[in-house]
């Protein structure tokens, strides 16, 4: 066997054995919202007290004997048992990782989904609805990579979830932002 073919044999073992680690890497990695659809995690959602700011504690269990890595995504609505209540929607773009069997809790920073609804108290139970628009995920990483004031960014939700006019995403102490 001369030199190039030798070489073309070990950079296919290589691809090869490789193959299985990438694959069993990537199934491992996943959005929070197709794990609680395909069951591989269970979710208790509590609200913290208010809407804007860390208002929900997430319990999250892994159902299964793998560790996990999970994304928060942008955009997911989760709804409260007593609909008097806002909605929260979830700012997202954080990671989670989940030992096999496990359960975590973590607190994640939301915005309120209904101008016109009670801040919710604590203790509110919620359980998620849906995910928002294209508009809103996007809006929300907006404000996630450029630190966008919390209060500029709760104006900006109500424009998608109660179609609030845009002039009201307005501050004249964030003129930049706003």
Known sequence: MDYYHFCKSIIISGCIFCLPYTSHASENHISLKKAIVTKLITVNAISNGGACGKSLKLGLKNNTKSEITVDIDAGLIFKPSDTVYQDLVVLGNETIVLAPAANKDTS?????????????????????WKQGDSNLIKMLCYVKANNIDIHLAQK????????????????????RMS
């Open 156 to 175: 900006a939700v109500w424009i998608f979830t109660n179609s609030h006019c845009l002039n009201s995403v307005y501050s004249s102490d964030y003129p």
């Open 108 to 128: 994640l920073q939301t915005f309120c989904g209904k101008s016109y609804g009670r801040g919710p108290l604590r203790n509110l139970s919620y359980h998620y």
